[in-house]
Structure formats: C-alpha cells, structure tokens
C-alpha cells in the first residue's frame, strides 16, 4: 500500500500541484494556451520521473516491487519491465521540449503499455483472486496519467486553432524554455530520488529530497534562463 500512495501522490497528483504553483507564481502564463502548456510540461515531466523511478524499483527494488503486486519475486522479466519503463520515461523528457506529433506518439505509446499492464492485472485478479495493492490500485496510476495527458493534448490542440494562439512564436517558446528549465531538473531528482529511496526501502525520504534538490536545481536553470531569454513584452523575462 505504502508503495502505491508514494507512486500516485508523484506522478498523478505532484505534477498538477507543481503545475498549478507554476501557473500561480508566473505572471506570463496568463492565456489559457500557457496555461495548458505548463501542465503539459509538468505531466511529461513526471511522467519521465515515473519512467526512471519505475526502472529504479525493478532494478533496485525487485523483490519490494514483485510483493506489492502479489507476484513471485525473482523473475528477470522485472528487469526488462523496468528497461522498458525508462524507455518511456527517456521519450517523456524528449515531449517536454517538443509541441509537435512527438507528443502524440509518446502518449501513445505509454496508453499502450499503461492500457496492456491494466488489462493483465484484471485478467491475473480474475485467475487467482489476488487483490494486492500493486495489482489492484495500481491500475487507477496506470489509467489516470494517460487520461490526463490525453485530455490535456487535446486542449492544446484547439488552443493552438484559435486565431490567437502563440504557438510557434518566439516570445512563447522563450516563455516556454523557463518552464523547462524548472520542470526538467525536478523531474531528473524525483526519479533517481524515488529509485535511489525505493533501494533502500526509504521511498518517500528519497522523493522528499529528489524533490527538494529538483527544485534548487530548476530555480537556478530558470533564472539563468531567464537570463537569456526576452518575454513577449520586450523585457527580460519574469515572473
């Protein structure tokens, strides 16, 4: 259970709270488009730290990750489980910076693998009753991110259909870099954190200080980025 509430607060509910602080913190993210945008980012971002920190707890944290799903631990398709969760977590980083159809095909991708795990955690509850926690709960994480994502790729895409959208300007993707530039490091320091604390069976220490360094770190990148950057007024960016 202890493992499914720290897998559902970081990557379902702590990248809308980041998102949604972001979006209150920054004067620039005033439009509806920026808005989306900023959970869009954050989305994939913690979806990379899933990625990373799922492949931490199959690699470090077998015989945890295998007992919170009711299944015997040992199995060495953990392993490639895990290799194909970083695979995923690599092309969410990659979507953060990109508003093209890259988007599209990591989310894709992701349902596939998130819809098919689901489908054999019912058919396994189904065969042999087995109501653990990772093999029940789980499914609400493995449905609910690409809910989100889904949902949140639409309204992006009719933003940008309006006659004012921004997409593709300078001034938004100068505004957008700085959002990255938090989004990025944070996601980085959540996922080795999660897997370096899943290790040693201290998972919510290990997010606490992935977290914490993820933000001294995104702080720094933004303001160097900010630095470098000109809002759309002309201006050094801020806010």
């Given at each position: 259970m202890s493992v499914f509430l720290l897998r559902t607060f970081a990557f379902v509910i702590l990248p809308l709270l980041l998102a949604a602080l972001a979006v209150t913190l920054d004067r620039n993210a005033g439009t509806r488009e920026r808005r989306i945008e900023v959970f869009l980012v954050y989305m994939f971002a913690l979806g990379a730290a899933a990625g990373i920190g799922?492949?931490?707890?199959?690699?470090?944290?077998?015989?945890?990750?295998?007992?919170?799903?009711?299944?015997?631990?040992?199995?060495?398709?953990?392993?490639?489980?895990?290799?194909?969760?970083?695979?995923?977590?690599?092309?969410?980083?990659?979507?953060?910076?990109?508003?093209?159809?890259?988007?599209?095909?990591?989310?894709?991708?992701?349902?596939?693998?998130?819809?098919?795990?689901?489908?054999?955690?019912?058919?396994?509850?189904?065969?042999?009753?087995?109501?653990?926690?990772?093999?029940?709960?789980?499914?609400?994480?493995?449905?609910?991110?690409?809910?989100?994502?889904?949902?949140?790729l639409a309204a992006s895409r009719r933003a940008e259909g309006l006659p004012a959208s921004e997409a593709g300007t300078p001034a938004f993707d100068v505004w957008r870099g700085t959002v990255i530039a938090v989004a990025g490091p944070i996601a980085g320091c959540v996922g080795v954190g999660m897997g370096l604390g899943l290790a040693f069976d201290q998972g919510w220490l290990g997010l606490v200080l992935g977290l914490a360094g993820g933000v001294a770190l995104g702080l720094l990148s933004r303001s160097r980025s900010v630095e470098a950057g000109i809002d759309a007024a002309g201006s050094p960016a801020s806010g």
């Open positions: 799922n492949w931490g707890g199959h690699l470090f944290a077998a015989d945890q990750v295998a007992e919170s799903i009711g299944w015997e631990p040992g199995s060495p398709f953990q392993l490639e489980t895990g290799f194909a969760n970083l695979s995923y977590g690599v092309l969410a980083i990659i979507a953060m910076g990109r508003r093209d159809g890259f988007r599209e095909a990591t989310v894709i991708g992701a349902t596939v693998m998130a819809v098919g795990a689901t489908a054999v955690h019912i058919w396994d509850i189904a065969a042999t009753g087995n109501l653990a926690p990772g093999n029940t709960l789980q499914n609400v994480i493995n449905l609910a991110r690409p809910a989100l994502l889904i949902g949140l």
